[in-house]
């Protein structure tokens, strides 16, 4: 997550070449919150990949078309992911991979209420709910995100209102 854009970042290859070689992952981090409506700029996407072996092959194929090489200079090997954040470089911005982000058990816990969101160019990758991402920030308990999870409390409720609303519009 960064303060300012890069001129690099291109979320719609990024996506796009992870969806043209069908890997299963969910979208978290700020691009996520960005598409759930905070206020936030970012440099680079941040996924949750499932880490099936057949999709590891996947994830593996696009990234090799992306040019990714970690930042930290080691060996990427998408099999024997290190740490809880491997960060990459790509030709088309960074990217983030978090097999295990804080505060869940991975891509089988967020993609039950991730919603498929239709972002132009034919793209429609799984997006972290809100009540995900918010669980997520606050496991990391940082000062930096107080008011990150302040603005996704805000859509909590308000969605939360929505959906309420909704539901009783349909009972009607």
Request: no cysteine; proline share 4%; net charge neutral.
């Amino acid at each position: 997550m960064a303060d300012r854009a890069s001129a690099d970042f291109d979320p719609y290859e990024l996506l796009a070449a992870l969806q043209a070689h069908r890997v299963s992952f969910v979208v978290i981090g700020a691009f996520a919150r960005v598409v759930r409506g905070t206020r936030e700029l970012t440099d680079g996407i941040d996924i949750t990949p499932s880490m099936r072996e057949d999709n590891l092959d996947r994830l593996k194929t696009a990234l090799e078309g992306l040019e990714a090489r970690r930042i930290d200079g080691k060996q990427l090997d998408v099999h024997r992911l290190t740490g809880p954040v491997v960060e990459l470089e790509t030709h088309a911005g960074a990217m983030k991979l978090v097999p295990e982000p804080a505060g869940t058990r991975g891509y089988d816990d967020l993609r039950r209420r991730a919603d498929r969101e239709p972002l132009g160019r034919g793209l429609r990758p799984q997006i972290a709910s809100t009540d995900d991402l918010a669980r997520m920030l606050g496991a990391l308990d940082r000062e930096q995100d107080v008011e990150r999870l302040l603005r996704l409390r805000r859509l909590m409720n308000l969605e939360h209102q929505l959906s309420r609303q909704l539901g009783r519009g349909i009972e009607r």
